[in-house]
């Protein structure tokens, strides 16, 4: 992993973590901070203008059924969250450097956490959306996408979630959990990814054909 910092031309931090990455990355607010997991189930949280680690768990070797798939910090970059192979979800407090909660049954390659810091956004094994709750340790049922989903962001000041998935999106409302738009792609166009735009208003998708398959708004 190189990072370049402002004022190099080129990257002027390596940081190498204990295996493969696929997709568990995160920047803190601002950037000061990113975390990192590897496919051997570590997970490292570093200062982006040292290396610095902050905190670490490490598994090496023994922990690839944990290989870490997706990581979230919290907006004020006081908790992250990972998703892993093994389906797993689980949450560190970065202050105290202990593990607040696990969950088990999840699957999909995002997670994230709510600007309260209080709910965490994942999905289930069978790829629909959850909400988990951190203070009463359960989770909030929401009704299912009309497909299976491998991500799911918080949109419009998260009052919704959008979901995506290979046969399109879902907007589900986050106060009622009910389903309130749906895009279904047309001609096998698979959707690989989503991109939100800074006010989370708007999203882009790419397809398997590398062209955007539309924006909702």
């Given at each position: 992993m190189a990072i370049r910092r402002r004022g190099e031309n080129h990257p002027g931090l390596v940081l190498k973590p204990?295996?493969?990455?696929?997709?568990?990355?995160?920047?803190?607010?601002?950037?000061?901070?990113?975390?990192?997991?590897?496919?051997?189930?570590?997970?490292?949280?570093?200062?982006?203008?040292?290396?610095?680690?902050?905190?670490?768990?490490?598994?090496?070797?023994?922990?690839?059924?944990?290989?870490?798939?997706?990581?979230?910090?919290?907006?004020?970059?006081?908790?992250?969250a990972t998703i892993s192979r093994d389906g797993v979800v689980r949450v560190w407090d970065l202050v105290s450097q202990e593990r607040l909660a696990s969950w088990r049954g999840f699957g999909g390659q995002t997670v994230e956490v709510g600007t309260r810091g209080v709910q965490v956004l994942v999905l289930d094994s069978h790829g629909q959306p959850r909400l988990l709750n951190l203070a009463q340790k359960e989770a909030i049922p929401l009704n299912p996408a009309p497909m299976a989903c491998t991500h799911a962001r918080f949109v419009m000041g998260e009052s919704a979630i959008l979901c995506m998935g290979t046969d399109g999106l879902a907007l589900i409302d986050a106060t009622n959990g009910q389903c309130t738009a749906s895009f279904l792609v047309q001609g096998g166009a698979g959707l690989l990814g989503m991109v939100l735009s800074e006010d989370r208003t708007e999203a882009a998708v790419l397809t398997e054909r590398g062209l955007p398959a539309g924006l909702l708004q």
């Open positions: 204990g295996g493969p990455i696929h997709g568990a990355l995160a920047l803190s607010r601002g950037g000061g901070l990113i975390a990192i997991g590897d496919m051997h189930g570590t997970i490292g949280v570093y200062r982006t203008d040292t290396g610095r680690p902050t905190f670490v768990e490490r598994q090496g070797e023994q922990g690839k059924a944990r290989g870490m798939l997706g990581a979230t910090f919290s907006p004020d970059a006081s908790t992250l």
